[in-house]
T-cell receptor, first 116, second 114 residues
């Protein structure tokens, strides 16, 4: 079945440490790929997206993500985490086939806690 | 620029009552999406519109749910009658012409049905 998997429900990192959040998808063709962040009580904010081209994409707030076709992965990274990064992070895909248009399919999310 | 606006931000109602959620998309956007977020099911697309026309409503859970978009700047999601299992956060999102995939979300409406 087509799906988006975020294997880590909750991750805790120390402030200043590096971060990697995992995302795997299972679609036949390379979908459009997104990472969103949701702060408590807030809506979702788009961090970055990948449609095609360079497999390393830069986003806002110092985040980046790398698309690896061979692993069907789109992991989110940040070299040095700040306390304000504590939030929930969602990976999402739009299947890249005719008629899919804007059907964003979300993973279950990874909650990030940051230790002082 | 104003983002997507949703009202109310919080709604508490009793089972059986009608609930109407409202959304104003970003000006110039021609796609509008309604999502529901629950702990059990995560974020789910309910319905989306393009140029005020419903394109895909396959995510609408049942006939108790209905959505309308009478013009480019306003949409409603209605639940009648409401049930406790409808308790969730409902998000509206909009996107630019030609780029339905890149969606901008509103702050959400937190609905509690008692």
């Amino acid at each position: 079945a087509q799906s988006v998997t975020q294997p880590d429900i909750h991750i805790t990192v120390s402030e200043g440490a590096s971060l990697e959040l995992r995302c795997n998808y299972s679609y036949g063709a390379t979908p459009y790929l997104f990472w969103y962040v949701q702060s408590p009580g807030q809506g979702l904010q788009l961090l970055l997206k990948y449609f095609s081209g360079d497999t390393l994409v830069q986003g806002i707030k110092g985040f980046e993500a790398e698309f690896k076709r061979s692993q069907s992965s789109f992991n989110l990274r940040k070299p040095s985490v700040h306390w304000s990064d504590a939030a929930e992070y969602f990976c999402a895909v739009v299947p890249n086939y005719g008629g899919s248009q804007g059907n964003l399919i979300f993973g279950k999310g990874t909650k990030l806690s940051v230790k002082p | 620029d104003a983002g997507v606006i949703q009202s109310p931000r919080h709604e508490v109602t009793e089972m059986g009552q009608e609930v109407t959620l409202r959304c104003k998309p970003i000006s110039g956007h021609d796609y509008l999406f309604w999502y529901r977020q629950t702990m059990m099911r995560g974020l789910e697309l309910l319905i989306y519109f393009n140029n005020n026309v419903p394109i895909d409503d396959s995510g609408m859970p049942e006939d108790r749910f209905s959505a309308k978009m009478p013009n480019a700047s306003f949409s409603t999601l209605k639940i009648q009658p409401s049930e406790p299992r409808d308790s969730a956060v409902y998000f509206c999102a909009s996107s630019n012409p030609g780029y339905p995939e890149t969606q901008y979300f509103g702050p959400g409406t937190r609905l509690l049905v008692l």
